[in-house]
Protein backbone atom coordinates (compact mmCIF):
# COMPACT_ATOMS: atom_id res chain seq x y z
CA UNK A 1 0.00 0.00 0.00
CA UNK A 2 1.50 3.67 -0.71
CA UNK A 3 -0.04 7.08 -0.50
CA UNK A 4 1.15 9.55 -3.22
CA UNK A 5 0.67 13.14 -1.97
CA UNK A 6 1.29 15.95 -4.51
CA UNK A 7 1.16 19.41 -6.04
CA UNK A 8 3.29 21.33 -3.16
CA UNK A 9 5.37 23.98 -4.41
CA UNK A 10 6.35 27.69 -3.76
CA UNK A 11 4.03 29.96 -3.75
CA UNK A 12 3.90 34.28 -2.70
CA UNK A 13 1.86 35.02 0.51
CA UNK A 14 -2.24 34.81 -0.31
CA UNK A 15 -1.75 32.44 -3.49
CA UNK A 16 -3.05 28.98 -3.60
CA UNK A 17 -1.84 25.38 -4.29
CA UNK A 18 -3.86 22.33 -4.53
CA UNK A 19 -2.81 19.53 -3.32
CA UNK A 20 -3.72 15.15 -4.65
CA UNK A 21 -3.87 12.32 -2.41
CA UNK A 22 -3.78 9.20 -4.78
CA UNK A 23 -3.11 5.91 -3.25
CA UNK A 24 -2.03 2.47 -4.68
CA UNK A 25 -2.92 -0.98 -3.14
CA UNK A 26 -6.28 0.51 -1.91
CA UNK A 27 -8.76 2.49 -2.90
CA UNK A 28 -9.72 5.73 -0.80
CA UNK A 29 -12.99 5.48 -1.67
CA UNK A 30 -12.97 3.87 0.87
CA UNK A 31 -11.10 4.90 4.04
CA UNK A 32 -11.25 8.19 5.68
CA UNK A 33 -8.38 10.31 4.87
CA UNK A 34 -6.20 13.17 6.10
CA UNK A 35 -3.54 15.62 5.36
CA UNK A 36 -1.16 16.42 8.10
CA UNK A 37 1.38 18.92 8.02
CA UNK A 38 5.10 19.06 10.06
CA UNK A 39 7.05 22.13 9.62
CA UNK A 40 10.47 21.80 11.01
CA UNK A 41 10.64 22.19 14.55
CA UNK A 42 7.60 21.72 15.06
CA UNK A 43 5.28 18.60 15.70
CA UNK A 44 3.54 17.18 13.47
CA UNK A 45 -0.24 18.44 13.56
CA UNK A 46 -3.74 17.45 11.76
CA UNK A 47 -5.12 20.05 9.09
CA UNK A 48 -7.81 18.37 7.42
CA UNK A 49 -9.87 15.73 7.29
CA UNK A 50 -12.69 13.67 4.93
CA UNK A 51 -14.83 10.64 5.94
CA UNK A 52 -15.32 7.91 3.07
CA UNK A 53 -18.91 7.16 4.58
CA UNK A 54 -21.22 10.18 5.73
CA UNK A 55 -18.78 13.24 4.10
CA UNK A 56 -18.25 14.84 7.23
CA UNK A 57 -15.01 17.01 7.20
CA UNK A 58 -12.88 18.74 10.15
CA UNK A 59 -10.75 21.33 9.86
CA UNK A 60 -8.25 22.58 12.49
CA UNK A 61 -8.97 26.42 13.32
CA UNK A 62 -6.14 28.33 12.00
CA UNK A 63 -7.03 26.78 7.95
CA UNK A 64 -10.98 27.35 8.27
CA UNK A 65 -12.13 29.23 5.55
CA UNK A 66 -9.12 28.78 3.71
CA UNK A 67 -8.69 25.36 3.33
CA UNK A 68 -10.72 22.80 1.52
CA UNK A 69 -10.76 19.38 1.28
CA UNK A 70 -12.77 17.12 -1.17
CA UNK A 71 -12.86 14.18 -3.42
CA UNK A 72 -12.87 13.51 -7.14
CA UNK A 73 -16.47 11.62 -8.26
CA UNK A 74 -14.91 8.04 -7.97
CA UNK A 75 -13.85 9.50 -4.04
CA UNK A 76 -10.42 7.87 -5.58
CA UNK A 77 -7.83 11.53 -5.11
CA UNK A 78 -8.70 13.62 -1.65
CA UNK A 79 -7.36 16.97 -2.80
CA UNK A 80 -6.69 19.90 -0.59
CA UNK A 81 -7.47 23.38 -2.16
CA UNK A 82 -5.14 25.80 0.13
CA UNK A 83 -6.05 29.51 -0.55
CA UNK A 84 -4.55 32.67 1.30
CA UNK A 85 -1.82 31.29 1.85
CA UNK A 86 0.64 31.97 4.42
CA UNK A 87 4.55 32.19 5.57
CA UNK A 88 3.28 29.87 8.92
CA UNK A 89 1.43 27.13 6.33
CA UNK A 90 4.78 26.58 5.37
CA UNK A 91 5.57 22.90 5.90
CA UNK A 92 5.90 19.22 4.35
CA UNK A 93 1.92 18.40 3.60
CA UNK A 94 1.55 14.44 4.31
CA UNK A 95 -1.77 12.16 3.46
CA UNK A 96 -2.75 9.23 5.13
CA UNK A 97 -5.30 7.06 6.08
CA UNK A 98 -6.94 8.26 9.25
CA UNK A 99 -9.94 8.61 12.16
CA UNK A 100 -12.13 11.47 11.41
CA UNK A 101 -14.61 13.01 13.14
CA UNK A 102 -16.33 16.57 13.35
CA UNK A 103 -13.99 17.83 15.82
CA UNK A 104 -10.82 15.95 15.75
CA UNK A 105 -8.78 13.61 13.46
CA UNK A 106 -5.49 11.54 13.61
CA UNK A 107 -3.68 9.09 11.88
CA UNK A 108 -4.54 5.59 11.61
CA UNK A 109 -3.29 3.29 8.98
CA UNK A 110 -1.11 4.26 6.38
CA UNK A 111 0.75 7.09 4.85
CA UNK A 112 1.98 8.67 1.88
CA UNK A 113 5.40 10.49 1.40
CA UNK A 114 4.78 14.44 2.00
CA UNK A 115 5.08 17.26 -0.71
CA UNK A 116 6.95 20.26 0.57
CA UNK A 117 4.83 24.18 0.57
CA UNK A 118 6.57 26.87 0.78
CA UNK A 119 4.89 30.26 1.04
CA UNK A 120 7.35 33.01 0.58
CA UNK A 121 7.97 36.34 -1.02
Excluded at 35 to 62: H, I, L, M, N
Amino acid sequence: VQLQASGGGLVQPGGSLRLSCTASGLSLAYYNVGWFRQAPGKEREGVSCSSYSDGTTYYEDSVKGRFTISRDKAKSTVFLQMNDLKPDDSAVYYCATAFCTFNGMGPRGYWGQGTQVTVSS
